[in-house]
């Protein structure tokens, strides 16, 4: 588990998450964001995969983005009657790529990332304070530059030389799984909702016309905003708001639009991934990306 760490020499703590090869002691995914959150293991998967392949299975801790608390609590023979608990968003994104979770039971069961941690807090602040960084944005991009060069010392060769990694096929597309998924169903005007606010699924050249009061998959993905997905063909959304009744409207001082700056968490981009940017007329996605991804766990 990333605890929160002064990573910047300062006060600011902030929770560094990361994936290591059991095998070679390679490090194959490190992001840090505010908090433990969703983004940041999502992120690290993304990285794994782009630059390794997909794994056979991966070995975490027990917490709740990786596992429901109820699955625990599913007897046997609850089981055998077919009750099912649901995956976790994290956990569905493995499922569809095909990776098994393993869960540890204790941190010494984790042995050789617990000791990545400690190797990382004694060299990382060190190696921020050098090249000036003291952000997130400017430490994520670090990162990606950081590993080649931390494994190129640390990394060793595995006693088994076949790799348990699978290429990442083209029917794959990392952004439609890597993701959050939600069933929602359109009304008349092809318009939903999700986290208070209403987006209309948008007609696509192409693409057949979804018909009304259909159950669709919403994605919410950090790399692409708010999708709709129907029938295996996958839909741009606009926000949409509803109009109000005549007795719902009251006198109000005007509102200031918010503009997200450029800076934003997820109009940042990447060296390495497609950039992620939404026009500054998206701040509703923008919102509910924030509050889906960067929630924080306790």
């Known amino acids: 588990m990333p605890l929160p760490f002064e990573w910047f020499g300062n006060t600011d703590k902030f929770s560094l998450h990361g994936a290591i090869d059991d095998a070679s002691g390679e490090i194959v995914g490190l992001y840090m964001t505010k908090n433990e959150c969703l983004h940041g293991y999502l992120e690290i998967t993304r990285q794994m995969i782009l630059n390794h392949g997909i794994p056979s299975c991966i070995y975490t801790d027990r917490h ?16 055998l009657e077919g009750k099912i608990i649901n995956d976790t968003q994290f956990g569905r994104a493995m499922k569809e790529l095909g990776i098994a979770i393993i869960t540890a039971r204790s941190p010494q069961a984790k042995g050789r990332v617990e000791r990545l941690w ?9 190696e ?25 010392m640390f990394a060793v060769e595995p006693e088994d ?14 952004d439609h799984i890597l993701c959050v998924k939600q069933t929602r169903t359109i009304d ?7 986290h208070n606010r209403h987006f209309q699924v948008l007609k696509s050249p192409g693409l057949p016309e979804i018909p009304k009061k259909s159950k669709i998959t919403v994605i919410i993905s950090t ?30 001082k005007p509102k200031t639009k918010y503009i997200p700056p450029d800076d934003h968490y997820f109009k940042y981009g990447h060296d390495k991934f497609k ?24």
């Open 188 to 194: 008349n005007g092809s318009v939903f909702s999700i």
């Open 118 to 126: 400690n190797t990382l807090q004694s060299r990382l602040p060190v």
């Open 161 to 174: 030389s076949e790799l348990a990694y699978r290429k990442l096929t083209d029917d794959l597309i990392l």
């Open 64 to 79: 709740t983005i990786f596992r429901s608390p109820n699955a625990s609590k599913v007897s046997i023979e609850e089981q």
């Open 275 to 298: 950039k992620v940017y939404f026009d500054e007329s998206y701040e509703e996605i923008l919102s509910v990306l924030e509050e889906i991804f960067l929630s924080k766990y306790a």
């Open 223 to 252: 790399s692409v905003g708010i999708k709709a997905e129907y029938q295996g063909n996958v839909y741009e959304v606009i926000n949409f708001i509803k109009p109000k009744r005549k007795h719902e409207i009251k006198q109000s």
């Open 128 to 152: 921020f304070k050098i090249a000036g960084i003291n952000t997130v944005e400017e430490a994520n991009e670090f990162l990606l530059k950081y590993i080649p060069k931390f494994n190129s």
